[in-house]
């Protein structure tokens, strides 16, 4: 079926540092979102971004966070500077337009220390 | 408190056996239910939709939907061992910007 691709799939990095996911998307979808899992706690949204745009973001979505995807290739999450809070497994998800099937891709596990 | 709950928290089923799971709303502004299913260390994968109320069933799964009371129940028929993982509810408002709302998820356990 169709696949959702996250680079890198581990993240090791020191807090107060940038770091960039990566997810390439089903091909012809056209929402994306980005989701955080901590172990144990329930899976929840951060984003979701559309023609370029972001059409709503939680509170978890703090003003260090920010989307992209610039001319159609991989749609990224960038924190900056990172806290531990933010240590996690974020999940990329794409869909077409409508209540279509969200595909997740494999996660990106992100260790602050 | 938890806007979409679900019940078991976790269940051990036999080989075999029926595996019900539930998931129930308190948020009265959704109009979809979605069950995803997640095995360890992967990614969550939709198994069923349902938007309307009664039931709909695909294969071994069955999913059933009271709109009235916000509660949306999954029954895995002959389960099987590699049906363990864990199981999603999430729900959604009608609209564009498809965001879920996911429980905490009940661990299905299938023993041999």
């Known amino acids: 079926g169709p696949k959702v691709l996250q680079i890198p799939s581990h993240q090791i990095i020191d807090m107060g540092q940038m770091v960039t996911l990566n997810c390439d998307p089903v091909?012809?979808?056209?929402?994306f979102y980005w989701y955080k899992q901590i172990l144990g706690q329930q899976m929840e949204f951060l984003v979701n971004f559309y023609n370029g745009k972001v059409m709503e973001k939680s509170k978890l979505f703090k003003d260090q966070f920010s989307v992209e995807r610039p001319d159609g290739s991989y749609f990224t999450l960038k924190i900056q500077p990172t806290a531990l809070e933010d240590s996690a497994v974020y999940f990329c998800?794409?869909?077409?337009?409508?209540?279509?099937?969200?595909?997740f891709g494999p996660g990106t596990r992100l260790t602050v220390l | 408190q938890q806007k979409v709950q679900q019940s078991p928290e976790s269940l051990i089923v036999p080989e075999g056996g029926m595996a019900s799971l539930n998931c129930t709303s308190s948020d009265r502004n959704v109009d979809y239910f979605w069950w995803y299913r997640q095995h360890s260390g992967k990614s969550p994968k939709m198994l069923m939709s349902i938007f309307s109320n009664g039931e709909k069933e695909e294969g071994r799964f069955t999913v059933h939907l009271n709109k009235a009371s916000l509660h949306t129940s999954l029954h895995i028929r002959d389960s099987q061992p590699s049906d363990s993982a864990l199981y999603l509810c999430?729900?959604?408002?009608?609209?564009?910007?498809?965001?879920?709302?996911f429980g905490l998820g009940t661990t299905l356990q299938v023993q041999p």
């Open positions: 091909s012809n979808h056209l929402y």
């Open positions: 999430a729900a959604s408002k009608a609209g564009n910007t498809g965001k879920l709302i």
């Open positions: 998800a794409s869909s077409p337009p409508g209540p279509y099937e969200q595909y």
